[in-house]
DNA sequence: TTGAAAGCGCTAACAC
DNA sequence: GTGTTAGCGCTTTCAA
């Protein structure tokens, strides 16, 4: 038992300054210091002063966790992402963050690393902080998951997605959609022999809907996924490069390459550019998301840009907000680079 | 007032379950609840069920903001950082927010984006949480947030920085030796009209130490930085690009360039690549960080690479830890490349 | 305009 | 093993 000073020592009493210490000093009743640092109901000037110079003079930091249990009503606001090495959560994460700042409320956040039964748990962690609203990944969840969302009465928003129902808000865009766009994109070019090397689409469910978005396109168009290649580990620029080498090994004659992110496009690119390969003459690249690199390696890379610190913000004052539930459905672009 | 259910109604309760109702369900008293809850004390195998059961049915989730004040010992840990966005601190964050969850720890974060006045402010508004520890980055802070750091009474950890003393627990390395070592292996490479590309240094403390480091030893050398080329925004790679090309234009004949990180330096090789200038027979260029992608750019940049990850990882276990007050440099390491 | 007092939902003695 | 009870530090009626 003990509490570690700034020097390392062990004290035995925490710096507990409380309200009550406070309105002592400033001799006044603790509601009064409490309206003063509230900001709410009316407060005479002298008390105002004295309240204010015996915070100021105790160094008292008012004690949230206490103020939001007896006002049942938390600033918190969590966020449960896949990832936050992933530029694409960066991003949301980052305007969503900013946005809640703005507000006044303040995130919390935790990271599911993809994994379903993880997000299941964290949804439950986050839940027990009593947070004022919850923005999470994807529309799918694990049936739990769900239930404690449903029953939690908080706002929730799902985010990234709008292919099937949410719950509260849904702030994202279809990803059937994109994968259908870039199909249509690359048969308008005239590709004909088309590959694809994705990441685990089990765990990701969006590329995954994309795959199937795109997939569906070519067939109707009378084509189909000539080979595939799918990359075991996390998607990286690495990754891509192996990825592309091993497929055109197998099958050299694929005119064009779908992927399911930049990283492993980009990755793809630099495999065509050590090995001789004409992009796009010889070989099409079709990247996934947008990221700031993809405009700026020597070859624009053709892409699909998703709004993602639009919806990190609209997810963030919705969820903060008391309008009625809806689906907001941001779209996303279609860059045609020069890759295709 | 009123609360939102599922479907978007106002009812007029949330579903208030607490551990009374369990409690009550289960025939059994709030301690025992409590006690089966949290794993601690004895309880007969028949009350751990009924509670179990009885939490399952009513679908209860504990209050840990409730569970926190009354025990005042919060498994909240706060970091406070400059950016999300910028793959540094991302992972920094991915590593902390995991070895925290391990350790049963929740991670809540703030973003300043280098703002010194506005980490002041976070950092007071992080410690009204009552976190058992926080992680700040760099070792320099506004007076006010010195003090308010000293006083919390909790774990502190300042990460990415040595060069300075810190509170209680430092994890990073030298960020002027970082400056020294750049230098002197520009110098060992027979560089002579050595340029600068870099963002703001007065936001950006760190950065500044590095140049600092890195100007000292060419005057030791008896060398200079010719001329440089500060970036008014962001940096990124499309700022590298642009950056160089002025340095360029200004100062034609320099036969090296150091960037203040690998996001400008990339700019840069591609700018190099694009206009047919021969790295590094011509210009040699020198990143710092060691981004994965410095690798597997068609020619692997030269830079500086940081153990984030674990820097993250050693903060978040100590600021969770009764170890005593320490500094632990982690050091750098650096990647020779093909650009200098 | 102000203070007293009753909780908020839980934990931690303390009795039984 | 188990229940009772007194807080944790604040907000919020309610009287004054």
Redesign the pocket.
Known sequence: MGYRNSVGEVVDRPP?I???DVAREAR?????V??V??G?????E??RERVLSAVRKLGYV??RI??T?????SRLVALVIPSVTNNVFGDVLAEASATLTGLGHQAVFAVTDYDQSAEENLIESMLAWRPAGIIVAGIEHAPRALAMLRGSGIRIAEILDTDSTGIDIVVGYSNTDAGRTSARFLLSRGKQRIGYVGHDLSRDLRAGKRYGGFCQTLADGGSRVVDSEIVPELSSIEMGRNSLAKLLERTPDLDAVYFSNDDLAIGGLFHCMSHGIAVPERLALMGYNGLDAVRLVPRPLSTIRTPRRLIGQVAARLVCSEEPSQVVDVGFELIEGATV
């Not at 249990?69 to 009503?73: C, K, R, T």
């Open positions: 507990a409380t309200i009550y006044v009743g603790e509601s009064t409490s309206r640092l509230r709410q109901g009316a407060v005479s002298k008390a008012p004690n206490a103020g249990l007896a006002s049942s009503g």
